[in-house]
T-cell receptor
Framework: NAGVTQTPKFQVLKTGQSMTLQCAQD?????MSWYRQDPGMGLRLIHY???????DQGEVPNGYNVSRSTTEDFPLRLLSAAPSQTSVYFC???????????FGPGTRLTVL | QQPVQSPQAVILREGEDAVINCSSS?????VHWYRQKHGEAPVFLMI?????EQKGHEKISASFNEKKQQSSLYLTASQLSYSGTYFC????????????FGTGTRLTIIP
């Protein structure tokens, strides 16, 4: 089991560029989520999904899109990168919302 | 609404005990505890569900007072490996599906 994988590990973007952060899990978890972590702010929920074809917004969804076409994959798209999106992004999955969440290793994104 | 954690940081000597608190202004269904070491992903410790259940994990245990919307994490006889940042995550309703994390408590254990 690879668990939760994220690519890339590091990324530098220029303001206005778009990109997709990849997240995949091989545990057949229905619940997947994206968080961003900024110093002193903890983990903030961006978007989440309770199953293939179902997504919903978290606390800080603006500037991000998600889709869930398969159980395994949950990509996060930055439409037009801004310096305020400089952060560490974590993807997580779990069997359900009240079970242990397994986190990926994170993607460190810098927007110049 | 983001739960409030206290203290924000604490330094202990190996073998000392620590308590980390997590409180919310909203009624809670569950409280989740995670530990994150520097440069790594958060790792699950335990979940407490509505009902005041206390749980334990080696020398780490937690309680959940649903009337006060508070949870406390207890670290007994702390070890160097306990160093890291501890986060509580709260869920307001069953099936709410949104976990809201606090800003974390940085715990440093020194020999």
């Amino acid at each position: 089991n690879a668990g939760v994988t994220q690519t890339p590990k590091f990324q530098v973007l220029k303001t206005g560029q778009s990109m997709t952060l990849q997240c995949a899990q091989d545990m057949n978890h229905e619940y997947m989520s994206w968080y961003r972590q900024d110093p002193g702010m903890g983990l903030r929920l961006i978007h989440y999904s309770v199953g293939a074809g179902i997504t919903d917004q978290g606390e800080v969804p603006n500037g991000y899109n998600v889709s869930r076409s398969t159980t395994e994959d949950f990509p996060l798209r930055l439409l037009s990168a801004a310096p305020s999106q400089t952060s560490v992004y974590f993807c997580a999955s779990s069997y359900s919302d009240y079970n242990e969440q397994f986190f990926g290793p994170g993607t460190r994104l810098t927007v110049l | 609404q983001q739960p409030v954690q206290s203290p924000q940081a604490v330094i202990l000597r190996e073998g000392e005990d620590a308590v980390i608190n997590c409180s919310s202004s909203k009624a809670l269904y569950s409280v989740h505890w995670y530990r994150q070491k520097h440069g790594e992903a958060p790792v699950f410790l335990m979940i407490l569900l509505k009902g005041g259940e206390q749980k334990g994990h080696e020398k780490i245990s937690a309680s959940f007072n649903e009337k006060k919307q508070q949870s406390s994490l207890y670290l007994t006889a702390s070890q160097l490996s306990y160093s890291g940042t501890y986060f509580c995550g709260t869920e307001q309703n069953f099936g709410n599906e949104k976990l809201t994390f606090g800003t974390g408590t940085r715990l440093t254990i020194i020999p």
